[in-house]
């Protein structure tokens, strides 16, 4: 096994979620020309959260900060503006894909913002 393989197989057993990925693809005859299209479902993954301490105080309230990242193979193609809904730790949250993915040979990394109107 190469070295590479090596690598990729730690990162993977690292993976305690599952996610499903949602795209909006174009649809003649629609209003909105859109329609949600399930690309994939139950894909091996993991969410790391990284929180900035003292949050940002504004005129009404204290805002604070988490970036939320989504690690998963390569091979899966997430594209900015997806839908991914995130079961980890019997907790499932849906999220928004907020950025282009950092693809590497071993994982991809994919920026998550919260979904709006989620409960």
Same mark, same amino acid.
């Given at each position: 096994?190469?070295?590479?393989?090596?690598?990729?197989?730690?990162?993977?057993? =690292?993976? +305690?979620?599952?996610?499903?990925?949602?795209?909006?693809?174009?649809?003649?005859?629609?209003?909105?020309?859109?329609?949600?299209?399930?690309?994939?479902?139950?894909?091996?993954?993991? =969410?790391?959260?990284?929180?900035?301490?003292?949050?940002?105080?504004?005129?009404?309230?204290?805002?604070?900060?988490?970036?939320?990242?989504?690690? =998963?193979?390569?091979?899966?193609?997430?594209?900015?503006?997806?839908?991914?809904?995130?079961?980890?730790?019997?907790?499932?949250?849906?999220?928004?894909?907020?950025?282009?993915?950092?693809?590497?040979?071993?994982?991809?990394?994919?920026? =998550?913002?919260?979904? +709006?109107?989620?409960?």
């Amino acid at each position: 096994m190469s070295p590479l393989e090596l690598i990729r197989r730690h990162v993977e057993s =690292l993976y +305690d979620g599952k996610c499903m990925i949602t795209e909006f693809r174009s649809q003649e005859g629609l209003i909105n020309n859109t329609v949600p299209m399930v690309i994939g479902e139950k894909i091996p993954c993991r =969410l790391s959260y990284h929180s900035f301490p003292g949050g940002k105080q504004t005129d009404t309230a204290t805002v604070a900060t988490q970036n939320i990242k989504l690690f =998963l193979s390569p091979e899966i193609e997430v594209k900015s503006g997806s839908e991914i809904v995130v079961t980890q730790n019997n907790v499932t949250t849906a999220y928004k894909a907020s950025g282009v993915p950092a693809i590497y040979v071993s994982h991809q990394e994919v920026e =998550l913002t919260l979904k +709006d109107g989620w409960v």
